[in-house]
Each structure stands twice: as C-alpha cells, then as structure tokens.
C-alpha cells in the first residue's frame, strides 16, 4: 500500500464508474465500445459511428444542470464565519517548507507519478478524469487542503504556501488533471476563506465526507479582449434575490458539478455569488479546448438565474473578487512551474542518449544552452511564486509579486513549452511523446482565469 493510501484510512478505496464517471466520459466510453463492434461494419454504418464518437469527444454533450445533491442550509445568517488565522511571520524570506508541508508534497508527489502520468494521455483523449484518479485523490484530501480545521479540514493556518507546493507537484504529473482534482478544492478553499457562517455550515460539511462534490469557480468568460475584473456577466437586484445573466468559459467539471462559484458585475463592481447547479436557467455545455483537455472544461450559461440575497461570497466591494482572481492566478503559476519541471526533467536525459552524426546531440552547444535556458527561467518563475505564495500565506499584501509571477509564468512558460518540442524534433510533434501536450497546456497559463485556487 502506497504513502497517499495510507493517509486517509477509513476513506473510499474505489468509487464505482457509475458514480465517478462524469457524463461525457461515460457516454464517450459507451459510444467506443459500440465503434470496436463488427455489426457496424456488416450495416454499412462504420463511417458514420466514427464521425458520432470524434463529434462527441470534441465537442462534448449540451446538458441542463441537475440537482444531484441537496444542500441544507444551516448556520446563522449574517453572521462571519470561521477564519484560518495567518501563518507567522518570521521576518525572514525562507522557502523552505515546513514538515507538514514537506509530507503532504511527498504524498502528492506519489500519487502524481504512480497515478496522474499514466493515466494524462488517455484523460487528455476522453476529456475527462478516469475513475482510479478521483479516488485517488479522495483518499489524499485534497478538497479539504484549503477548509479550516474547525470545519472539518486540515487547515490550522493559511494554506497558500501548501496549495502552492501541491499544485506544482500534481502538475508534474499532468496539468489538465491536476486542475480537475484541483477544482472542488478551489470552491471550498473560498468558502473557507469568505464565506459566511451560514454558508459554511450549509457546503463545507459535503467536502469534507467521502462523497467530496464536484464543484467548479467560474471567472472565464467567451469575450473578445477579455477583463477578469470586469466581468460582462451580470446581477441584478430584485427585492431580496439577485437574478444573474451570462456566460462563464473554460469552467472545469462543469458537467457534474453540484456548486459553481460565479464572477458576475454588481452595479459595476464584480462580485462572487454561490450557485448550485440545480438552480433553474444553468445551462453546461461540453467546450474542450487546445490544452488542459483532462479537466473536461465546459460553457456555463446563466439565463435569468435567481439566487438568494445571501449567495453573495464575501464582500460585494469588489475586494474579494480581486484577492480570488490573485489567488487564482498564483495557483496557474504553480501549474506553469510543475508543468515546466516535467518538461525539463523528460528532454534533459532525452538530448544525452538522442544520437546525431554520431554522438549525443547534447555535445550541441544550440542544445545544451536551451536546456539551461529552461532550468534558469524555471527556477526564476519557481522563485517568483514562492515568493508571492509565503506572502500571501502571512497575510500581506502580494499584489505586486503575484502580478510578477503570472508575467514571468505566462511568458516563460510557452517558451519551455516550444524549447521541449523543439528538443525532441519530430518526436516532439507526436502523440508517442508528452512533451506535445505540456506544449499545449503551458499555453493556458496566459490564458486561464478562476477554475483553481490556492
């Protein structure tokens, strides 16, 4: 029995396909076995059953959201509620992580090589997470890496610095995966850190049972020029209710999700609203992109959504949003470094046992300075978000290293993304190889906003 297997002793082993498998997945599963049958050729119907199973796994199955999942609602309204106290400052820029932290990157570290790599190629070809993955990652935790202990969690303090280490370590193993098994956690890290005593008491209880919820953090939106901080989606007051219009994109596990947290604009001023997926007028729709293709992205439509007056997460100032899109965008710059590490630790012995004109094309110098090109940009954007991570963790202002990271991550992380495919030349342009899709996931990192959360 492995590390991660142990931690949670008493958890789920296993889930059933019936229960993890998430509709697209299912149906494109269903759809493949009916593909492999020697009927379909005897009527003449192979073309046709081609074209149904690449239709789908492309571009998803259109679903209006239902209610899976009944949220009770308790706790005093209006009432704050549980808040992790800040880690302590020590007055000293130290990253090394402490021996809580160190464990759960170990375990972390385990289940992204022994369960996430193998299983990317083929979460990345389906766009979704296979069963193995999601139990896995039950058995581990990780929803509740961002709840207070008081509520259930794990958390004695700001977890910023230990979301940060988990994400890069996960996306080690698979980027797309990691922001799928990243999701719900991103969802209960925010309730845990703004939300209201009544809406802790009503939604942290299901994270932190066997059955965590799929839930999703909506910021995307299909727009041209596209601001995060002025969101098009909208909300609008209507006595004691807020009636929400829009159209959220690249929303992750959108089509099994039971809890969305939405960015909508508030009398001009962006705000987080909770909303569960069985509230009439969600519409998802299945919206796989260029990279990140495991965490089975989707569309999410909000036409005449009503919501309670006290769906509202946080502060309606615009504060909590602005501190959800830094902490989200430190949470990309964790991927892009754990991404970027697997990149350089799969073309560095590629380039010394590759032979051309008989010898190492590491002898190269154009090869062998690309390669400590990656390693010198990577540390530096590993530096960057560290940085920014053990500020936000001691709750201080990281406004401006944040901002620093995602520049540096963005751009430098499409570079190590081209440099690994241009390493393994032809090797890189084929599937054989998992540079091509790190090349492709690397690219999201500029362009994702919400979905996870550190």
């Known amino acids: ?184 956690g991103a969802v209960a890290t925010a309730i845990g850190l703004w ?63 039971e809890l969305f947290v939405v960015g909508a604009s508030l009398d001009g001023t962006p705000v987080l609203f909770l909303v569960e997926s069985s509230t009439p007028g969600l519409t998802v729709e299945g919206d796989p992109g260029m990279g990140v293709r495991a965490a089975g992205l989707t569309r999410l439509t909000l036409a005449d959504v009503t919501v309670p007056a006290d769906a509202v997460l946080g502060a309606a100032d615009g504060s909590t949003y602005a501190e959800c899109v830094r902490l989200s965008r430190l949470a990309w710059c964790a991927l892009a470094v754990g991404t970027g590490q697997a990149v350089l630790d799969y073309v560095t012995p590629y380039v010394k046992e590759r032979e051309a004109f008989g010898e190492p094309i590491a002898h190269r110098q154009s090869v062998a300075f690309m390669v400590a090109n990656i390693a010198i940009e990577l540390q530096a954007m590993r530096l960057l978000t560290y940085k920014a991570a053990s500020r936000a963790a001691a709750g201080k202002d990281f406004t401006r290293e944040v901002a620093l990271a995602r520049k540096l991550c963005a751009d430098k992380g499409m570079q190590i993304g081209l440099d690994g495919v241009q390493l393994l030349g032809g090797h890189g342009f084929v599937k054989e190889h998992p540079v091509e899709r790190w090349y492709r996931d690397l690219r999201a990192v500029g362009v994702m906003e919400g979905s996870v959360l550190v």
Do not use: W
């Not at 494109?28 to 593909?35: E, R, S, W």
């Not at 990652?137 to 610095?161: C, F, H, K, Q, T």
């Open 1 to 184: 029995m492995s590390l991660f297997q142990t931690l949670r002793p008493g958890g789920k082993h296993g889930l059933s396909s019936q229960e993890s498998r998430d509709p697209i997945g299912y149906a494109v599963a269903a759809l493949n076995k009916v593909a492999q049958s020697d009927l379909i050729d005897r009527l003449g119907l192979r073309k046709s059953t081609e074209q149904v199973v690449f239709t789908a796994t492309r571009n998803g199955f259109k679903t209006v959201t239902t209610a899976s999942r009944q949220f009770q609602k308790s706790g005093k309204r209006g009432e704050p509620g549980v808040r992790v106290p800040a880690a302590p400052r020590t007055g000293v820029f130290d990253l090394t992580p402490t021996e809580d932290e160190q464990m759960l990157v170990d375990v972390v570290s385990e289940l992204a090589d022994e369960v996430v790599r193998p299983a990317a190629a083929g979460a990345d070809e389906s766009c979704s997470v296979p069963d193995d993955v999601k139990a896995a990652v039950g058995e581990v935790g990780l929803p509740l890496l961002g709840v207070p202990e008081s509520l259930g969690g794990i958390s004695e303090e700001r977890s910023a610095m230990a979301g940060t280490l988990v994400a890069e370590a996960l996306a080690k193993g698979d980027m797309g995966l990691a922001v799928a098994t990243l999701a719900p």
């Open 195 to 257: 939300g209201t005593d009544a809406q802790q008491q009503t939604y942290l209880p299901a994270f932190s049972g066997d059955d965590s919820p799929a839930a999703a953090l909506a910021l995307n939106e299909p727009s041209v020029l596209f601001d995060v901080l002025s969101p098009r989606t909208t909300a609008t007051r209507q006595g004691d209710s807020y009636v929400l219009n829009g159209t959220k994109s690249l929303v992750p596990l959108g089509a099994e999700a």
